[in-house]
């Protein structure tokens, strides 16, 4: 049904006022469309998500040297894993990053969702020492003696309806401390694993966006 345009001289001057006072917060135009600050990325292996425009998202090249550092680091094969996006948000102040989003896909024969949604807390609790173990070594490797990286908090959480396995900690720096989330969400033949941080001391301006974007991801089987 084609609605009919709206006749502002016909309209009470109190329906006028909260018209124009609804039109001001929502930014102008009541019945035009404001566009979004965040840009939708189709990913392979049928994953989607939104990041913020002022975000730099790495090119191909950068985020395979993250996953042959990550194997020089750990000692666990990154041939089978792919960085389908990573991106950062730099502090305009002290040129650092200040946050990070980073999306990869594992192709193997893994858990299933069954297997995770049937893990106690105990279990979870049982991964810890071998996670921060092999962290640990990693820093160890990479010849930063000035960070430290606290034990890891494991926990079940949600991604876009999937059960993931949800690990927190802190890298602690000299300059800064990043509070750093990652999400690995076992679906039997594949791993998608979302790893996001920010800097503890921005926690205010960064967190409704890492949330946001964790909102955002959309994991088709």
Known sequence: M?????NLFNIPKSRIVALVFFSIVAGGDLFA????????????YGITIKLPRHW???????????????????GIGQGNN???????????????TAATARVSVRIKQTASQSDVTAMTQSDL???????????LSA??????????????KMTKDEISGYVAIRADYQEIAPAHTMNVAIYTIFLGNRIVKVTMSH????????????????KSIRIRE
């Not at 469309?33 to 392979?44: G, I, Q, R, W």
């Not at 960085?83 to 305009?92: G, L, R």
């Open 199 to 214: 800097d503890a001391a921005q926690i205010s301006l960064l967190a409704p966006t890492i949330n946001e974007i964790k």
């Open 125 to 135: 609790d049982a991964q810890v020492d071998p996670a921060y173990k092999i962290a």
């Open 33 to 44: 469309a404001n566009p979004s600050v965040f840009e939708s990325y189709n990913l392979k």
């Open 56 to 74: 730099r998202v790495l090119d191909k090249q950068l985020m395979d040297s993250i996953d042959t550092n990550t194997e020089i680091m750990t």
């Open 82 to 96: 792919d960085i389908v996006i990573a991106a950062n948000y730099y502090d305009s102040d002290t040129g650092t």
């Open 2 to 6: 084609k609605m009919k345009p709206i």
């Open 139 to 152: 820093l160890e490797k990479s010849g930063n003696k000035t960070t430290r990286i606290t034990r890891y």
